[in-house]
Structure formats: structure tokens, C-alpha cells
């Protein structure tokens, strides 16, 4: 029989980017360490504290294994990521070297209600990446 109290952990999370170097450029100024060699790949992996991993995956990775798959348009829900910073400082700093390098920003750093210094950013592919820490 099978032991059916064991259930899924969450493992990686994936992004499907339609230009791997400008969207891992996007996500070294969020302070992940992803080597430029990564740029040529089609797909790449980073670990990120407590061992939850972050996918990277081309339109044609993806294509080339699901054969109806059609790229969502720009803006559309790719998926949705939260990075977790050290303090509310770190939120603005991150913030601003996205806007800086020309990046589109959707919220502003706040001071959050539920006690966090919130920000909310988009990758090249339109994609909602929140930035926060607790204040």
C-alpha cells in the first residue's frame, strides 16, 4: 500500500523567458548570482536560500517539447515570483537598479500595511516580480 500522507514539495519554481541573456541580466540586478555563461543556455537553474530552486526556460525549450505550446503575449502571466531582501533598504536599492537599467516598474517601494517594505517590478517578458522585506 501506499503511503498517500506524503505529499508534493515545492521544488523549483520555472519562468519561460523569451531572451535568456536580457532576462538573466534583469535578475543578477535582484542580486542572483547566475554566471554569464549562463546566457547561452537553453535552460538554467539557480538554487536560492533554504534549496528552493529557480528555473529559466527559452520559448524554444519549451516548444520543443510541447508541441501547442504558444509563447503568452507581452504582459501576460508567465508566473509570478517574490524575492525576499535582507531590510528595507535593500528594497529600494534593488528597486532602483531595475528602473535604472530600464526596466519597467509596477509598484513602487511602500511601506505594506502587513508590516513589509514592498516593491513590485517587471522582467523583460512582462513578468511580476515583488520585492520585499519585513520592516
Do not use: Q, R
Given at each position: 500500500m501506499t503511503d498517500t500522507t506524503i505529499g508534493a514539495q515545492l521544488d523549483m519554481i520555472g519562468i519561460v523567458v523569451s531572451d535568456m541573456p536580457r532576462s538573466l541580466a534583469f535578475y543578477r540586478l535582484i542580486g542572483l548570482d547566475i554566471p554569464a555563461s549562463a546566457d547561452t543556455e537553453p535552460h538554467v537553474?539557480?538554487?536560492?536560500r533554504g534549496g528552493l530552486r529557480l528555473g529559466f526556460d527559452t520559448d524554444a525549450t519549451v516548444a520543443s517539447f510541447h508541441?501547442?505550446?504558444t509563447p503568452p503575449p507581452p504582459g501576460g502571466g508567465r508566473v509570478?515570483?517574490?524575492?525576499?531582501?535582507?531590510?528595507?533598504?535593500?528594497?529600494?536599492a534593488a528597486h532602483a537598479r531595475v528602473v535604472d537599467a530600464g526596466y519597467e516598474s509596477e509598484l513602487v517601494p511602500f511601506d505594506a500595511p502587513w508590516g513589509q517594505r514592498y516593491a513590485t517590478v517587471r522582467d523583460?517578458?512582462?513578468?511580476?516580480l515583488d520585492l520585499f522585506a519585513w520592516a
Open positions: 537553474e539557480v538554487t536560492l508541441a501547442d505550446y509570478g515570483v517574490a524575492f525576499l531582501l535582507p531590510d528595507p533598504a535593500a528594497v529600494d523583460p517578458d512582462g513578468t511580476s
